[in-house]
Structures are given as structure tokens and as C-alpha cells.
């Protein structure tokens, strides 16, 4: 039997009716709602590239069954900014050049945004640990730390 549940995202109360409430989170966003940002890469809890920010902390939105989520407040890639007018992160990323195909970058600036959060100043040695499980095919990852650096600075 379909179920309606509310969630919150990007700020906007939406109603999402699903056959199984357990479906993971990554789905709603991207079949039900159409945000692209999230990205499907393993499915698995194992590269990062799903990830939005639930009540200010970065999840793997393949990982999270959408029953959980409850009133938690959900900021995908989209809630960020736009090509317009992107965030200072995004626009961090856009200077540096730091993507090559781009499959990873919603989960590393997810998970960047989560960082500064909570540390303005990161060292490098942080940002290699808040970035660990962010896999990239490519091997951006020097670029990469120096825009998250350039997104702390320009905070
Ligand atoms: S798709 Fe979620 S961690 Fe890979
Ligand atoms: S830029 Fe291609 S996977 Fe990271």
C-alpha cells in the first residue's frame, strides 16, 4: 500500500507518496524529485558521490531509508546554489578548476560545506580526512584541497 510522507528539502515542505518507505533516500531525490545533484554511484555506502546534508551533517543518501528522515532538514547540491548564483564552495571549486568529469563533485562539496560548517580554518591534513571516503576516478585531489582552502578563506 503507498505511503505520504513529508520532507524537507531545500528549504520547501514537499509530500512524497512511495510504495515502500524503506526506499533509500537517493531515490526520492532524484526520481521523485527530480534533483540531479545527488549523484548514484555504487549504491553501496562505499564512494561518496550520493551525498546531501541532513540537519547540517553530510550522509550517503543511499544509505539513508527515506521512513528515518522524519522532519530533518535535507540540502542537496541544488539548496547550495545555482549556476547563477553559486555558493561560495561551489564557486571555490569553479576557480580552482578542481573537477575533471565531475561524478564526484556533489559529494566532495557536500561534504566540504559539512567541514567548514563545523571548521573555518581546516588544515590539510583535515581536509584529506573529511575528504577520505570521497572517491574520485579522476584524481583531482590536489585541486580539490585547494579549493576547499580558497572556500575557507573567501568565508
Ligand atoms: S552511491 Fe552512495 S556511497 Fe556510492
Ligand atoms: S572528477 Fe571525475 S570522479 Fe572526480
Known amino acids: 500500500m503507498a505511503s505520504s510522507l513529508p520532507l524537507n528539502v531545500n528549504g520547501r515542505e514537499v509530500t512524497i507518496t512511495v510504495d515502500d518507505p524503506a526506499m533509500p533516500l537517493l531515490y526520492v531525490l532524484r526520481e521523485n524529485l527530480e534533483l540531479r545533484g545527488p549523484r548514484f554511484g555504487c549504491g553501496l555506502g562505499q564512494c561518496g558521490s550520493c551525498m546531501v546534508l541532513l540537519d ?48 564526484c563533485l556533489n559529494g566532495v562539496i557536500i561534504r566540504t560545506v559539512a567541514l567548514l560548517a563545523k571548521n573555518k580554518n581546516p588544515s590539510v591534513a583535515e581536509i584529506k580526512r573529511a575528504l577520505a571516503d570521497n572517491l574520485c576516478r579522476c584524481g583531482t585531489h590536489l585541486r580539490m584541497i585547494r579549493a576547499v582552502q580558497r572556500a575557507a578563506r573567501n568565508a
Open 56 to 103: 547540517g551533517e553530510a550522509v550517503l543518501s543511499c544509505e539513508v531509508k527515506l521512513s528515518t528522515v522524519g522532519a530533518g532538514k535535507i540540502v542537496t547540491l541544488e539548496g547550495l546554489g545555482s549556476p547563477d548564483q553559486p555558493s561560495p564552495v561551489q564557486q571555490a571549486f569553479i576557480n580552482e578548476q578542481a573537477v575533471q568529469c565531475g561524478y
